[in-house]
């Protein structure tokens, strides 16, 4: 089960007649660009999504359907492609079979498909699930015999968190250039062979570069997440990611900034949008300080005309004024 060779494709089936989307998700686009059969499962209208992208060597699809099994049989597996498919389930139940390997797959499991191999994956309900398409020689090169997987759930935890961490917070954020993309793809590669058990200086090598990555914007992705609780710190970063803050500390640093510059940097940034929503116009200067994240009016205040190098009522003053002039 592959992806198609664009940079982005999309296709969701309800943009089409009722009677015409499974026909269509099946023969233009699962036969052709996954390279897999469908088989719809009783009488619910049939709804399928499917998106592409590449990072670098990696292919990237989302595929959320109602119930049907997906079959990659003999005639699919002579054509040539033998990738290690790694699924990420984000919603539903399916009853797998590769070889002797048989799983019953739920949300945030991992699942590992060799093309090379037939497959079977059954969904008892409505899924959606990430798909990483990884050539054989990248994989192989850190995880020896990584044939012996086929059908296998991927059972390291702290890959399965990472990777998810990362295809949900990377990705919103797009994949920016090609180089930024390779970079991506690479991390991919790194958590994906962590989790199949790489060892020595293969391990080493991921704990430096997807892990490290993906530890840094799981990182990022909380503090944005809890930017307005007063008592963000990188201790409760830390118990969240399961990680010390000694490492919440490091990696920002590495990254260019420490955490309290971060964090700063990121509530006055809110602080700013706030202040230049007209819904806000007649609010105290206190209370939006306040939900962005300063309990305090005059360390605000200070911060904020370091930074923007005008005060909060200037800045909101100045935004008012070009709203009148438009």
């Known amino acids: 089960m592959t992806e198609s060779n664009s940079d982005l494709l999309f296709f969701n089936t309800d943009a089409l007649p009722e009677r015409d989307r499974f026909p269509a998700f099946c023969e233009e ?8 059969d469908i088989a719809q499962r009783g009488s619910m209208p049939f709804h399928g999504m499917l998106k592409i992208r590449r990072a670098g060597v990696v292919g990237i699809a989302n595929i959320a ?59 008892e309900d409505a899924s959606r699930f990430w798909v990483l398409t990884i050539p054989r020689d990248r994989i192989a090169g850190l995880t020896p015999n990584v044939a012996r997987f086929a059908g296998s759930r991927l059972n390291n935890d702290l890959s ?35 989790g199949l058990g790489g060892e020595g200086d293969t391990r080493e090598l991921q704990e430096q570069g ?16 809890h930017i307005t609780d007063h008592s963000l710190s990188a201790a409760t970063v830390a118990e969240k990611l399961r990680i010390t803050p000694r490492y919440v500390h490091l990696l920002l640093e590495q990254s260019g900034q420490t955490f309290a510059q971060h964090v700063l940097r990121k509530r006055l940034e809110k602080a700013e949008k706030l202040l230049a929503d007209d819904k806000n ?9 306040l939900e962005a994240g300063f309990p305090d009016l005059s360390h605000f205040n200070r911060a904020f005309r370091r930074h923007f190098g005008d005060t909060p009522s200037g800045m909101r003053a100045s935004a008012t004024l070009g709203r009148a002039r438009r």
């Open 281 to 289: 116009q007649n609010r105290k200067i206190a209370a939006i300080a």
């Open 210 to 225: 997807g892990v490290r990555a993906a530890r840094l914007a799981a990182i990022l992705r909380a503090i944005s997440e």
């Open 65 to 123: 359907t109602t119930s049907v099994d997906m079959i990659r049989n003999a005639s699919y597996v002579s054509d040539g492609n033998d990738a290690i498919v790694v699924q990420l389930w984000q919603q539903g139940l399916a009853n797998t079979r590769q070889g002797k390997q048989e799983n019953q797959i739920k949300a945030y499991d991992g699942l590992i498909i060799d093309n090379a191999k037939a497959a079977r994956i059954c969904m």
């Open 29 to 36: 686009i699962f036969r052709r660009v996954i390279g897999a």
């Open 160 to 194: 399965l968190r990472l990777l998810f961490g990362y295809l949900e917070g990377t990705l919103a954020l797009g994949l920016g250039n090609q180089g930024a993309a390779q970079v991506v793809g690479n991390h991919l590669i790194d958590l994906v062979a962590l």
